[in-house]
Each structure stands twice: as structure tokens, then as C-alpha cells.
Nanobody, 116 residues
Framework: VQLVESGGGLVQPGGSLKLSCAAS????????MSWVRQAPGKGLEWVSS????????YYADSVKGRFTISRDNAKNTLYLQMNSLKSEDTAVYYC??????????WGQGTTATVSS
């Protein structure tokens, strides 16, 4: 199993970023997928999950209405569109295989920094 995140960077408050996660080594279309994040000096925080077909999405209250999770099963890729970014969204973002309460694999992470 391999999960490789990309798309992080430095953005001003109110800006947008789109994260991607390329998956390989397993049948991507059969699994729930999630994004989790870790802010500097803090623990892991679940951000969002998506069922295998992409029809059901789930969000933490802190990102609801600003972030959108999606997937392209033909490309084995998971996405996270992040809009209206705030300084408190600064974190390392990880793609993880599994749903909200149970992940068994995750990637190396991509860093999103929201700062003016």
C-alpha cells in the first residue's frame, strides 16, 4: 500500500489549496478514504472521509462548508479542496485508508501553511 500526498504550500488567509493523494498497491475503489491533519505541536485531527463510491462525505465541524473531499476511482486519486483557509488550518495533511475512526495506512503528508 502506498499513499502519496501533494499540493500543499503557502497561501494567504482566505485563499485556496487543492490536495491530492495518489494511491497504489490496493483496490482503491473498495475502501473508505480520509484526510487527517496535524497542526504544529498538536495531535492528529480527523478532517474528512468519503465512502468507496464517493457518494457519502463526512466533515469535521471545523472545516464544514469550506473543504470538499472527492475521489476519482479511475485514477486512484483522493482530493481535498480547501477554500477560505484560516491560519488554524496550518498543518501537515495526511491521506489515510479507512473511515473516520479507523485507518490502517497513511502517507508521508503534505504541508499547508496559511499565513500573510
Amino acid at each position: 500500500v502506498q499513499l502519496v500526498e501533494s499540493g500543499g504550500g503557502l497561501v494567504q488567509p482566505g485563499g485556496s489549496l487543492k490536495l491530492s493523494c495518489a494511491a497504489s498497491g490496493f483496490t482503491f475503489s473498495s475502501y473508505y478514504m480520509s484526510w487527517v491533519r496535524q497542526a504544529p505541536g498538536k495531535g492528529l485531527e480527523w478532517v474528512s472521509s468519503l465512502n468507496s463510491g464517493g457518494s457519502n462525505t463526512y466533515y469535521a465541524d471545523s472545516v464544514k462548508g469550506r473543504f470538499t473531499i472527492s475521489r476519482d476511482n479511475a485514477k486512484n486519486t483522493l482530493y481535498l479542496q480547501m477554500n477560505s483557509l484560516k491560519s488554524e488550518d496550518t498543518a501537515v495533511y495526511y491521506c489515510a485508508r479507512g473511515g473516520k475512526t479507523r485507518y490502517d495506512y497513511w502517507g508521508q503528508g503534505t504541508t499547508a501553511t496559511v499565513s500573510s
